[in-house]
């Protein structure tokens, strides 16, 4: 099993372009997350998904939108980067609510 | 709003040393507690969880405590290694928050040999 993967691992953007950060897991998990890890910040969640066909916003979703594709998959979409979405962003995933979360190894965001 | 507080920030210890990481939140009212490790550079890795209902869990030589009322947890590090080293994050789940942990900025630790 590979448990949770993302993709890409390091991307960098200008200030307004687009992208996408791509989140599965082979685990049949329920629910799934997107959180964001800054200097000084901690980990925060931005969005949440805690059933296939469902989404919700956590702490910042600002600037963010999320694809809960199928059962496996969970995608987070930058519409216009800025600075302040650089960041390290995490992907995770729970059997179900409020249940031990398995986390992603990472994708590194750097916005000019 | 549910705020975490994890003291020491660094924490440094020669190996063998048995250690305890102290982690405090501001509201008591939470359905768990979740303890993590984090290597540089990784994702996390869950440890131990705590449902509120329950005083401590073990897994190896980890220990891991909850005081609900008084708003603190410990996880208890026995006979410390250097592969310990690494960031030990708790993150909360309070009763009103649905899925959103609240996690605290957490303790560096490193074990020397």
């Known amino acids: 099993n590979a448990g949770v993967t993302q993709t890409p691992k390091f991307q960098v953007l200008k200030t307004g372009q687009s ?71 995490f992907c995770a995933s729970a059997r179900e609510a409020r249940e031990t979360q398995y986390f992603g190894p990472g994708t590194r965001l750097l916005v000019l | 709003k549910q705020e975490v507080t994890q003291i020491p920030a660094a924490l440094s210890v020669p190996e063998g040393e048995n250690l305890v990481l102290n982690c405090s939140f501001t509201d008591s009212a939470i359905y768990n507690l979740q303890w993590f490790r984090q290597d540089p550079g990784k994702g996390l890795t869950s440890l131990l969880l705590i449902q509120s209902s329950q005083r401590e869990q073990t ?23 250097p592969g310990d080293s690494a960031t030990y994050l708790c993150a909360v789940n309070p009763l009103n928050a649905g899925n959103m942990l609240t996690f605290g900025g957490g303790t560096r630790l490193m074990v020397k040999p």
């Open chain 1, 19 to 89: 992208m996408t950060l791509q989140c599965a897991q082979d685990m049949n998990h329920n629910s799934m997350y997107w959180y964001r890890q800054d200097p000084g910040m901690g980990l925060r969640l931005i969005y949440y998904s805690a059933s296939e066909g469902t989404t919700d916003k956590g702490e910042v979703p600002n600037g963010y939108n999320v694809s809960r594709l199928n059962k496996r998959e969970f995608s987070l979409r930058l519409e216009s980067a800025a600075p302040s979405q650089t960041s390290v962003y």
């Open chain 2, 59 to 81: 897994s190896g030589r980890l220990n891991a405590s909850l005081d609900k009322s008084s708003g603190r947890s410990t996880l208890y590090i026995a006979a410390s290694q």
